[in-house]
Nanobody, 112 residues
Framework: QVQLVESGGGLVQPGGSLRLSCAAS????????MRWHRQAPGKQREMVAS???????YYTDSVKGRFTISRDNAKNTVYLHMNSLKPEDTAVYYC??????WGQGTQVTVSS
C-alpha cells in the first residue's frame, strides 16, 4: 500500500511563503494523479490543487496565482509552493493520490 507523508507546514506571517512536500512510497507514483487538499477548523475539506501524471494542473479559484503544484517523479514527491499567504489559508493540508491513499496532514498557520 502506498504511504504518503507530508511535511513543510508551520507558522508564517501574512504575505509569506511555504513549500509543502508529500513523499510517496511504492512504485505507482509516476502514474498517479496527485492532489493537495486542506481543511480549516469548522469547514469541509476542499481540494486546492492537483497534478496529473502528464503534468496537467488544476487550482481552485482561491489559490490561483498564489499556489503552484509540482512533482518530481525521480524523488516520488509532490510539492505545493504557497506564496502571498493569507490568514484564510490556515488549515491542515493533506495530499492524496487517485488510488485512494492519503497522508496524515501538515498544519499551516498564517498569522501575525
Amino acid at each position: 500500500q502506498v504511504q504518503l507523508v507530508e511535511s513543510g507546514g508551520g507558522l508564517v506571517q501574512p504575505g509569506g511563503s511555504l513549500r509543502l512536500s508529500c513523499a510517496a512510497s511504492g512504485s505507482v507514483f509516476s502514474i498517479a494523479s496527485m492532489r493537495w487538499h486542506r481543511q480549516a477548523p469548522g469547514k469541509q475539506r476542499e481540494m486546492v490543487a492537483s497534478i496529473t501524471s502528464d503534468g496537467i494542473t488544476y487550482y481552485t479559484d482561491s489559490v490561483k496565482g498564489r499556489f503552484t503544484i509540482s512533482r518530481d517523479n525521480a524523488k516520488n514527491t509532490v510539492y505545493l509552493h504557497m506564496n502571498s499567504l493569507k490568514p484564510e489559508d490556515t488549515a491542515v493540508y493533506y495530499c492524496s493520490n487517485n488510488f485512494g491513499s492519503w497522508g496524515q496532514g501538515t498544519q499551516v498557520t498564517v498569522s501575525s
